[in-house]
């Protein structure tokens, strides 16, 4: 690869840095992107700079929102009563394909995994358990993770350690095939979900 020019290697090295492209489709996006006009090239620069600089968390849920608060958290009009909480952004923008929750979200930003070493202070426990007390409104906790080990593990975590601030804890339904995710679930599986969710505690 070192026959290219710098540009074309810097850009290759770069984007194979990305989960799930190695070096091979790396070279290949950046001829396809070379065979564009320079204006489709420069509009994705533009993207590309936009996100860094304009992207940032939300200080509330933590969701990814170019405000702070973001959209959610700033509107009134959602149910303040009830919180979902979600491993990440993908997920919480698959239950709002629904239309079938207008509480509001808390993400995670991850799950706990002992396989991966991820702890609880790790996804942002201490800060949901500190915004929990802060929004003494909030009645239901809603849990919308994966159904798979590293979900169950963060589910069960999760139910002990919220269970002394007496709130009504609920799951998603099982209605989610196991191993798919929240964020890959059809509407109506997921719509579904929310509604038979059941209570814990
Ligand atoms: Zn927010």
């Known amino acids: 690869m070192h026959q290219y020019p710098p540009v074309i290697y810097e850009l290759i090295n770069k984007l194979a840095e990305l989960p799930t492209i190695g070096p091979k489709t790396a070279e290949r996006i950046v001829f396809m992107m070379l065979k564009k006009n320079h204006d489709d090239i420069a509009t994705l620069g533009n993207n590309l700079i936009d996100l860094s600089r304009k992207i940032k968390r939300c200080s509330e849920c933590y969701n990814f929102s170019e405000t702070n608060p973001c ?113 890959y679930a059809d509407e109506v599986t997921l719509s579904a979900a929310l509604d038979n969710r059941k209570e814990i505690s």
Do not use: W
């Open 71 to 183: 959209h959610i958290c700033k509107n009134k009009h959602r149910n303040q009563s009830m919180l979902c909480i979600v491993s990440e952004p993908q997920d919480l923008v698959a239950i709002e394909r629904t239309g079938h929750f207008d509480g509001r979200y808390f993400v995670l930003n991850g799950t706990i995994s002992t396989y991966h070493g991820t702890k609880p202070e790790d996804i942002r426990i201490p800060e949901l358990v500190k915004y929990i007390k802060k929004n003494n409104h909030i009645t239901e906790i809603i849990l919308a993770l994966d159904p798979n080990v590293e979900g169950e593990t963060t589910a069960m975590y999760l139910i002990k350690h919220l269970s002394s601030l007496n709130k009504k804890i609920s799951r998603l339904a099982k209605g989610l095939p196991v191993g798919a995710d929240v964020e």
